[in-house]
């Protein structure tokens, strides 16, 4: 099959917002898709490593910071939308190769700019524009046949999608990391440009993982890192489940046609909003004024909005020509009190819009936050360049200051089941501004336990402003303290100070009335695909000093991960819990080489979990018998002497390998251990393997061992006859 000449493209820019759930079209107006979307295979070019650099603009200049770890973020890119329930969508584990950009060899990849064809392509000029953080390049069939491989395909189905990252390097600023190290978040970024790679276009609500700048530019700042990015947001669900439908996807669909005066509004967005599901969607009408959009049953408002300052035509790859402008934000039923229109599974429902005519004297406020109710608090604001995230549970105020805001402007909120209160919207005359009075409003958010983006109106008179999904309301910020870090076999730090271990496996316990993760226990399965444990479990991540740990088990009041093998060496680490966008302080704990330690029977017990030799359970019941072997398993090693990678099955040690431990059985019989080390196969579990002498001690047996270290373990007990 032949592929269309003109490529498709789409990236992560820099600056401000634009329109998604909008499909993405090739260079004839055709809707692409994927047609591989069960089993996509992409690529990982091997120059993608801690501290890469790139000749690309004929200077060796560094495009990743040593102390990130590209390839489990890529990896996890990919994972967010194969994890979206209801869409039928499948990114294989990433294979490695050598290839860089190609669109005509049907092979995706994902690779550093090599060239600077490549670099300008992504819009970058020498001493003018650093241009895009990445690009999607995008190769369609050009007809309906059979490809290479076999597979049924039709105009507009994708070939070959390349997703290339800017190489102008740190000295341009621009400088990948995935640890928070600098303001371009890789992770963030390659979780957008797999969107294009479905599909999808840019979003016009700027909380969702499809809005176009994965990195905003602040005066005195730089960049800040979109890190809600690495969620995938409502509306880019909604695309996933209505272009990738599961059999038992619960999807309708919401048409209609917009107007001005009469005449079609052509190319205008237009957003539905499901405010109690935490839904948000946008579509965008043709050139005759309709739109179609397929979303999940529900009940939706709807309302269409024109291109703005903020968001321009260009954002969608549309001149000024092509678009309907000289209207404000107009909803169906009203803006004071907007028609809810109930979308079923397998039906369709229709909302037509007659916009409203005019230009709005609102412009642009300054943003800031304070005290519900309060006064004379809020000292500092804003403009608005992107995203807002704010953590549900709470009331707080909103702020406008300048832009035409006064006492006679309205504030309402659609989305996130928030609201403002009623009789809140007020004038603060307890400070003083020189661009104009402060007006603020109490936005009431209850609590969520996802994410979802809301969107806020401002009217005065006949002026409208809306920021379509300017705020991600996420769960409530999770906290924990260093002390709730715990060794999950001795629980060592629950009532003191937290320390961890490289490799070691640790729970991490909520605060008082804070939730760490989902209601209900998310556990994890077997190794994915390339062999580990997930690092995100029921919408949790956590990370010490920004690595990713493997995770065992997640709920509201507790955390089970092993602490990567990378924080050995260090003095301390920073563990941070990201809760479905919502991020908890980074809480400083200890590291120490090792903390051995056994699991119990029972919690705080001191009956050792142990194994005969014929791999019974050791108990009063069944105890072992002088002269053979048994095992007891615990954890907290450290790093030994062989590799073992995080969140891996450990492999076999080197012959002759025993570890160098020592226990000592009913408190005075000292034995060498056979072998010490991380159990073959498992994640983070130790293994003590010893032959019990044959003058040991029988009975209920104290068992305590000690590591090369010095170190410890807690008293356990072992049964020997």
């Given at each position: 099959?032949?592929?269309?000449?003109?490529?498709?493209?789409?990236?992560?820019?820099?600056?401000?917002?634009?329109?998604?759930?909008?499909?993405?079209?090739?260079?004839?107006?055709?809707?692409?898709?994927?047609?591989?979307?069960?089993?996509?295979?992409?690529?990982?070019?091997?120059?993608?490593?801690?501290?890469?650099?790139?000749?690309?603009?004929?200077?060796?200049?560094?495009?990743?910071?040593?102390?990130?770890?590209?390839?489990?973020?890529?990896?996890?890119?990919?994972?967010?939308?194969?994890?979206?329930?209801g869409a039928v969508i499948n990114f294989l584990p990433l294979k490695s190769t050598d290839s860089y950009h190609s669109i005509t060899d049907g092979k995706h990849v994902v690779a550093i700019a090599k060239t600077l064809d490549d670099l300008t392509a992504l819009g970058f000029a020498p001493g003018k524009s650093i241009g895009a953080l990445a690009l999607t390049v995008t190769g369609t069939y050009s007809s309906?046949?059979?490809?290479?491989?076999?597979?049924?395909?039709?105009?507009?189905?994708?070939?070959?999608?390349?997703?290339?990252?800017?190489?102008?390097?740190?000295?341009?600023?621009?400088?990948?990391?995935?640890?928070?190290?600098?303001?371009?978040?890789?992770?963030?970024?390659?979780?957008?440009?797999?969107?294009?790679?479905?599909?999808?276009?840019?979003?016009?609500?700027?909380?969702?993982?499809?809005?176009?700048?994965?990195?905003?530019?602040?005066?005195?700042?730089?960049?800040?890192?979109?890190?809600?990015?690495?969620?995938?947001?409502?509306?880019?669900?909604?695309?996933?489940?209505?272009?990738?439908?599961?059999?038992?996807?619960?999807?309708?669909?919401?048409?209609?046609?917009?107007?001005?005066?009469?005449?079609?509004?052509?190319?205008?967005?237009?957003?539905?909003?499901?405010?109690?599901?935490?839904?948000?969607?946008?579509?965008?009408?043709?050139?005759?004024?309709?739109?179609?959009?397929?979303?999940?049953?529900?009940?939706?408002?709807?309302?269409?909005?024109?291109?703005?300052?903020?968001?321009?035509?260009?954002?969608?790859?549309?001149?000024?020509?092509?678009?309907?402008?000289?209207?404000?934000?107009?909803?169906?039923?009203?803006?004071?009190?907007?028609?809810?229109?109930?979308?079923?599974?397998?039906?369709?429902?229709?909302?037509?819009?007659?916009?409203?005519?005019?230009?709005?004297?609102?412009?642009?406020?300054?943003?800031?936050?304070?005290?519900?109710?309060?006064?004379?608090?809020?000292?500092?604001?804003?403009?608005?360049?992107?995203?807002?995230?704010?953590?549900?549970?709470?009331?707080?105020?909103?702020?406008?200051?300048?832009?035409?805001?006064?006492?006679?402007?309205?504030?309402?909120?659609?989305?996130?089941?928030?609201?403002?209160?009623?009789?809140?919207?007020?004038?603060?005359?307890?400070?003083?501004?020189?661009?104009?009075?402060?007006?603020?409003?109490?936005?009431?958010?209850?609590?969520?336990?996802?994410?979802?983006?809301?969107?806020?109106?401002?009217?005065?008179?006949?002026?409208?402003?809306?920021?379509?999904?300017?705020?991600?309301?996420?769960?409530?910020?999770?906290?924990?303290?260093?002390?709730?870090?715990?060794?999950?076999?001795?629980?060592?730090?629950?009532?003191?100070?937290?320390?961890?271990?490289?490799?070691?496996?640790?729970?991490?316990?909520?605060?008082?009335?804070?939730?760490?993760?989902?209601?209900?226990?998310?556990?994890?399965?077997?190794?994915?695909?390339?062999?580990?444990?997930?690092?995100?479990?029921?919408?949790?991540?956590?990370?010490?000093?920004?690595?990713?740990?493997?995770?065992?088990?997640?709920?509201?009041?507790?955390?089970?991960?092993?602490?990567?093998?990378?924080?050995?060496?260090?003095?301390?680490?920073?563990?941070?819990?990201?809760?479905?966008?919502?991020?908890?302080?980074?809480?400083?704990?200890?590291?120490?080489?090792?903390?051995?330690?056994?699991?119990?029977?029972?919690?705080?017990?001191?009956?050792?979990?142990?194994?005969?030799?014929?791999?019974?359970?050791?108990?009063?019941?069944?105890?072992?018998?002088?002269?053979?072997?048994?095992?007891?398993?615990?954890?907290?090693?450290?790093?030994?002497?062989?590799?073992?990678?995080?969140?891996?099955?450990?492999?076999?040690?080197?012959?002759?390998?025993?570890?160098?431990?020592?226990?000592?059985?009913?408190?005075?019989?000292?034995?060498?251990?056979?072998?010490?080390?991380?159990?073959?196969?498992?994640?983070?579990?130790?293994?003590?393997?010893?032959?019990?002498?044959s003058d040991s001690p029988t009975g209920t047996v104290s068992l305590k061992c000690t590591d090369a270290n010095g170190v410890s373990t807690q008293t356990g007990t072992l049964y020997i006859k």
């Amino acid at each position: 099959m032949n592929r269309t000449l003109k490529i498709f493209s789409t990236g992560a820019l820099l600056l401000a917002p634009a329109f998604g759930y909008i499909r993405s079209v090739d260079s004839t107006g055709t809707p692409i898709r994927r047609v591989d979307n069960k089993a996509i295979q992409y690529y990982i070019n091997s120059a993608i490593v801690p501290g890469a650099t790139s000749d690309a603009i004929s200077v060796p200049v560094k495009v990743v910071s040593d102390s990130s770890d590209p390839v489990t973020a890529i990896r996890e890119s990919f994972a967010a939308w194969n994890r979206i329930p209801g869409a039928v969508i499948n990114f294989l584990p990433l294979k490695s190769t050598d290839s860089y950009h190609s669109i005509t060899d049907g092979k995706h990849v994902v690779a550093i700019a090599k060239t600077l064809d490549d670099l300008t392509a992504l819009g970058f000029a020498p001493g003018k524009s650093i241009g895009a953080l990445a690009l999607t390049v995008t190769g369609t069939y050009s007809s309906s046949g059979v490809n290479a491989e076999g597979t049924a395909v039709e105009k507009g189905d994708i070939a070959d999608a390349d997703i290339i990252l800017n190489a102008s390097g740190a000295a341009n600023g621009i400088l990948f990391s995935t640890d928070g190290s600098t303001g371009i978040d890789l992770q963030a970024v390659l979780t957008h440009e797999v969107g294009h790679a479905l599909g999808e276009n840019h979003s016009v609500a700027l909380g969702a993982t499809m809005f176009q700048y994965s990195a905003i530019s602040y005066a005195n700042v730089g960049y800040v890192p979109s890190l809600s990015q690495r969620q995938v947001s409502s509306d880019d669900r909604q695309f996933a489940v209505a272009l990738y439908p599961a059999a038992n996807a619960s999807v309708g669909t919401i048409t209609g046609k917009v107007t001005l005066a009469g005449a079609p509004a052509k190319n205008v967005p237009v957003m539905l909003v499901d405010s109690a599901a935490g839904i948000m969607v946008s579509a965008l009408t043709g050139t005759d004024g309709t739109y179609t959009q397929k979303v999940v049953a529900g009940n939706y408002i709807v309302y269409s909005e024109p291109f703005n300052a903020i968001v321009t035509p260009p954002n969608l790859y549309l001149s000024a020509s092509d678009v309907t402008s000289g209207f404000v934000p107009t909803f169906a039923g009203g803006a004071a009190s907007p028609t809810v229109t109930k979308v079923t599974a397998g039906a369709s429902s229709t909302v037509d819009i007659a916009v409203t005519a005019g230009t709005s004297t609102l412009a642009s406020p300054f943003i800031g936050f304070g005290a519900a109710a309060g006064k004379g608090d809020i000292v500092s604001l804003n403009g608005i360049a992107g995203p807002i995230t704010l953590a549900s549970g709470q009331s707080l105020d909103v702020a406008f200051l300048s832009g035409g805001v006064d006492a006679s402007t309205t504030v309402q909120v659609y989305g996130a089941g928030a609201s403002i209160k009623a009789g809140s919207t007020r004038v603060d005359t307890a400070v003083t501004f020189a661009q104009g009075p402060l007006l603020r409003a109490t936005l009431d958010l209850p609590a969520r336990t996802n994410s979802a983006l809301m969107t806020i109106v401002l009217t005065k008179g006949s002026s409208v402003l809306a920021y379509s999904g300017l705020f991600l309301i996420v769960p409530p910020k999770p906290v924990f303290t260093s002390k709730s870090v715990v060794n999950a076999a001795s629980y060592v730090g629950l009532n003191g100070d937290g320390v961890v271990s490289p490799g070691g496996l640790y729970s991490i316990y909520a605060g008082t009335g804070s939730a760490l993760g989902p209601a209900a226990f998310a556990q994890n399965g077997p190794y994915d695909g390339y062999g580990k444990l997930a690092n995100n479990l029921g919408d949790v991540t956590v990370t010490f000093d920004g690595v990713m740990a493997p995770m065992f088990l997640s709920f509201s009041g507790q955390l089970n991960v092993q602490v990567p093998f990378e924080v050995a060496g260090k003095r301390t680490t920073q563990i941070q819990v990201n809760f479905a966008g919502s991020a908890s302080d980074k809480i400083t704990v200890p590291v120490a080489a090792s903390q051995p330690a056994f699991f119990t029977i029972t919690p705080l017990g001191t009956d050792s979990i142990a194994g005969n030799q014929d791999y019974t359970l050791n108990s009063a019941a069944n105890p072992e018998a002088r002269g053979r072997v048994v095992s007891i398993y615990g954890t907290g090693l450290g790093k030994l002497s062989y590799d073992v990678a995080t969140g891996t099955g450990a492999g076999g040690p080197p012959p002759g390998y025993t570890g160098n431990n020592t226990c000592v059985l009913g408190g005075t019989k000292s034995v060498p251990v056979a072998f010490t080390g991380w159990t073959p196969s498992a994640v983070g579990l130790a293994q003590w393997s010893m032959v019990i002498p044959s003058d040991s001690p029988t009975g209920t047996v104290s068992l305590k061992c000690t590591d090369a270290n010095g170190v410890s373990t807690q008293t356990g007990t072992l049964y020997i006859k």
